[in-house]
């Protein structure tokens, strides 16, 4: 199973920015999907971004269009989300994911490693 994992994570003032990072152990033709979703304490695991590193398709959830911006390497099998005018309501942690295919998807069941999580702490 591939293994995924985030760092980046941390405090900052609400309108700050932050750069997580993620890296997957390996690599095959068909782990081309990377995703980041988050979790708030009492709430389910929500999307905020995919992307499929062969074409550079990128899909955003609504909440964290126009801030948010996903990027990745894909001889590397790093993906990078920079997180840009950040809100107390984007605290949580925030998982990085892998799968697979060439289409972009966003549900967790389209993901099939998941890193630790990193967590992301916005204060007003």
């Known amino acids: 199973q591939v293994q995924v994992v985030e760092s980046g994570g941390g405090l900052v003032q609400a309108g700050g920015s932050l750069r997580l990072s993620c890296a997957a152990s390996e690599h095959t033709y068909n782990q081309n999907l990377m995703g980041w979703f988050r979790q708030a304490p009492g709430k389910e695991r929500e999307f905020v971004a995919a992307i499929t590193l062969s074409t550079g398709t990128t899909s955003y959830a609504d909440s964290v269009k126009g801030r948010f911006t996903i990027s990745g390497h894909h001889a590397r099998n790093t993906v990078f989300l920079q997180m840009n005018s950040l809100k107390p309501e984007d605290t949580a942690v925030y998982f990085c994911?892998?799968?697979?295919?060439?289409?972009?998807?966003?549900?967790?069941?389209?993901?099939?490693?998941w890193g630790q999580g990193t967590q992301v702490t916005v204060s007003s």
């Open positions: 994911a892998a799968g697979r295919g060439i289409v972009v998807r966003t549900r967790t069941v389209d993901f099939d490693s």
